[in-house]
């Protein structure tokens, strides 16, 4: 079985500074998709960045990047100029190539200050 | 609507009481996923739905468990007999298609379960 693991409970980051969050993942299969989702108070998952695992290229959605190593299984997620609005609980997600549901990580909150 | 709408936002429930917790997709999204998320966790599978078929129900934790969304369109999760280890965020997601990778999946604000 898959398993997702996000070793920080907690980060804080200063407004406007960069900050990184780690995602390592265990599998089997060769292909097969990884994804942040970002859930703030109101509980809503929102889509944040998604990479496909045979793409060397790291993804990148605006001040949000991965860096991907398939090699290693990790997947972090590092979000530049930190804003307030970014303040919430994170979380890694995988999935494989022709499964239908995500495996989560346990979630990583993320403070800002001002 | 414009979103996907889950209701009601919170239910709190007695011990061995029934629960229904109910799920409007987007309209006209063929995929609808039911997450169950533990306080200060991450969202686990429960259950899956393609039109009106259940297709994977392999993360129902008991048969207390039970989904169906019999039209295709509005879902519904009930829970018989409620134990506090339930308690929980019941979180629906949809999406126009079959999973995919670029199949956006939208999830709703989900429903908080307490049970005391």
């Known amino acids: 079985a898959q398993t997702v693991t996000q070793s920080q409970p907690e980060m804080s980051v200063q407004e406007a500074e960069t900050v990184t969050l780690s995602c390592t993942y265990d599998?089997?299969?060769?292909?097969?998709?990884l994804f942040w989702y970002k859930q703030p108070p109101s509980r809503q998952m929102i889509l944040v960045i998604r990479?496909?695992?045979?793409?060397?290229q790291n993804a990148t959605e605006n001040r949000f990047s991965v860096n991907f190593q398939k090699a290693a299984k990790s997947f972090s997620l590092k979000i530049s100029d930190s804003q307030l609005g970014d303040a919430a609980m994170y979380f890694c997600?995988?999935?494989?190539?022709?499964?239908?549901?995500?495996?989560f990580g346990a979630g990583t909150i993320l403070r800002v200050k001002s | 609507g414009a979103g996907v709408s889950q209701s009601p936002r919170y239910k709190v429930a007695k011990r061995g009481q029934d629960v229904a917790l109910r799920c409007d997709p987007i309209?006209?999204?063929?995929?609808l996923f039911w997450y169950q998320q533990a306080l200060g966790q991450g969202p686990e599978f429960l259950t899956y739905?393609?039109?009106?078929?259940?297709?994977?129900k392999s993360g129902l934790p008991s048969d207390r468990f039970f989904a169906e969304r019999p039209e295709g369109s509005v879902s519904t999760l009930k829970i018989q007999r409620t134990q506090q280890e339930d308690s929980a965020v019941y979180l629906c997601?949809?999406?126009?298609?079959?999973?995919?990778?670029?199949?956006?999946?939208?999830f709703g604000s989900g429903t908080q379960l307490s049970v005391l």
């Open positions: 739905f393609q039109n009106e078929a259940q297709l994977d």
């Open positions: 309209s006209g999204h063929v995929s």
């Open positions: 599998t089997s299969e060769s292909d097969y998709y």
């Open positions: 997600a995988y999935r494989g190539e022709y499964g239908n549901k995500l495996v």
């Open positions: 997601a949809s999406s126009f298609m079959s999973p995919g990778f670029n199949e956006k999946l939208f």
């Open positions: 990479q496909e695992a045979y793409k060397q």
